[in-house]
Nanobody
Framework: QVQLVESGGGLVQPGGSLRLSCAAS????????MHWVRQAPGKGLEWVSR????????YYADSVKGRFTISRDNAKNTLYLQMNSLKSEDTAVYYC??????????WGKGTLVTVSS
């Protein structure tokens, strides 16, 4: 079955960096676009970034553009999100999600990122 397992979250000071990972299994990882989506405490879901199948095309929400970098290693079935210059407003649970047509069909359980001094 499809599994997406995020890791790498934690507490970081404003201006700091974190690298999130998402280990994928149960499907042909290299055949699907992948996304990161986040949910801040008490707020709705916010799409963060997406990447195409071979990693050659990436897209970002305006709120993270220039600070976050999405990437993937298809040999390792792993998706990454490098987050730099973190702000308090980046505090959220970050989810790795798999594309399906025009939607997202599988989600991981998420990893919590807390940006605070």
């Amino acid at each position: 079955q499809v599994q997406l397992v995020e890791s790498g979250g934690g507490l970081v000071q404003p201006g700091g960096s974190l690298r999130l990972s998402c280990a994928a299994s149960g499907f042909s990882f290299s055949s699907y676009w992948m996304h990161w989506v986040r949910q801040a405490p008490g707020k709705g879901l916010e799409w963060v970034s997406r990447i195409n199948t071979d990693g050659s095309s990436t897209y970002y929400a305006d709120s993270v553009k220039g600070r976050f970098t999405i990437s993937r290693d298809n040999a390792k079935n792993t998706l990454y999100l490098q987050m730099n210059s973190l702000k308090s407003e980046d505090t959220a649970v970050y989810y790795c999600t798999k594309s399906a047509g025009n939607g997202l069909d599988y989600w991981g359980k998420g990893t919590l990122v807390t940006v605070s001094s």
